[in-house]
């Protein structure tokens, strides 16, 4: 099993910035890809970011040039900084990672972006 502890959500206005962390814990599998998704009320949860665990990325059109993804993996942490959020940013963002065989999911934060 792997917990993931996610920290960084809150309330900004639009244009500002804000930082998710998360941190895995538990495995005694490796952990390969980790990424960031989020869900609003009555929609599906969608990818945001994702990073593998030799770095490569991929985004989602709708952050691509605004959001960054990285990890560190010596602490098995995966970040997302978001710079120039916008209104429809505002979500549940979730953590998730992958193991070999698996794939585990944190208990979400909440985004808000809004004037």
């Known amino acids: 099993q792997v917990q993931l502890v996610e920290s960084g959500g809150g309330f900004v206005q639009p244009g500002g910035s804000l930082r998710l962390s998360c941190a895995a814990s538990g495995s005694a599998f490796t952990i390969n890809s980790m990424g960031w998704y989020r869900q609003t009320p009555g929609k599906q949860r969608d990818l945001v970011a994702v990073i593998t665990d030799r770095g490569l990325r991929n985004y989602a059109n709708s952050v691509k040039g605004r959001f960054t993804i990285s990890r560190d993996n010596d602490k098995n942490t995966v970040y997302l900084q978001m710079n120039s959020l916008k209104p429809e940013d505002t979500a549940v963002y979730y953590c998730?990672?992958?193991?070999?065989?698996?794939?585990?999911w944190g208990q979400g934060t909440q985004v808000t972006v809004s004037s």
């Open positions: 998730r990672a992958f193991t070999t065989w698996n794939n585990f």
